[in-house]
């Protein structure tokens, strides 16, 4: 009897705090402009947003140019600018036709400063602390974005 009475309130406990427990959640949107994918990977719980993730994808021809080492020169001022910034994760992956940019931002740890420096264009626009991805959402689909299903 006493097995049971602990098994029942093990179980109890376990569905308690797995119901507790706010998974996180990624919302996508994308903007296809000619030669030009921007896809913004919004990752919140509920409608606190915490983190950004935007990766550019850019043909050279777009650029005015036509090989690989051409873009790397011409990029090589990005990765001055993204560097050192506490919050901010950049990469950029030069494929033979296109840059591939990654732009990870912490929202919980970048300073304001260096977010403004950077000016992306789907921070929010209130507090990073408080950032709502609801408010975030409305801001991208007035730029253009598409959101996902």
């Given at each position: 009897?006493k097995?049971n009475?602990?098994?029942?309130?093990?179980?109890?406990?376990?569905?308690?705090l797995?119901?507790c427990?706010?998974?996180?959640?990624t919302?996508t949107?994308v903007?296809?402009?000619?030669d030009?994918?921007v896809k913004?990977?919004n990752?919140h719980?509920?409608?606190?947003l915490s983190?950004q993730?935007?990766?550019?994808?850019?043909?050279?021809k777009?650029?005015g140019?036509?090989?690989?080492t051409k873009?790397?020169?011409l990029?090589?001022?990005?990765k001055?600018l993204y560097?050192?910034?506490?919050?901010?994760?950049?990469?950029i992956d030069?494929t033979e036709?296109?840059?591939v940019?990654?732009?990870?931002?912490d929202?919980k740890?970048v300073s304001t400063?260096d977010a403004?420096?950077i000016?992306?264009?789907s921070?929010?626009?209130?507090?990073f602390?408080?950032?709502?991805?609801?408010a975030?959402?409305a801001?991208?689909?007035k730029?253009?974005?598409?959101?996902?299903?």
């Open positions: 009897m097995k009475v602990f098994c029942i309130m093990g179980m109890f406990v376990l569905f308690s797995s119901a427990t706010e998974q996180e959640q919302t949107f903007l296809k402009q000619d030009e994918n913004v990977q990752i719980k509920k409608d606190e983190k993730k935007i990766t550019t994808t850019i043909q050279y777009t650029m140019i036509t090989t690989k873009a790397e020169k990029l090589e001022p990005s001055k560097s050192d910034k506490k919050g901010i994760h950049y990469t030069f036709k296109a840059a940019e990654t732009i990870e931002v929202l740890k400063k403004k420096e000016s992306l264009i921070l929010p626009n209130e507090s602390a408080t950032a709502s991805e609801e975030n959402e801001q991208l689909i730029l253009g974005f598409k959101k996902e299903k």
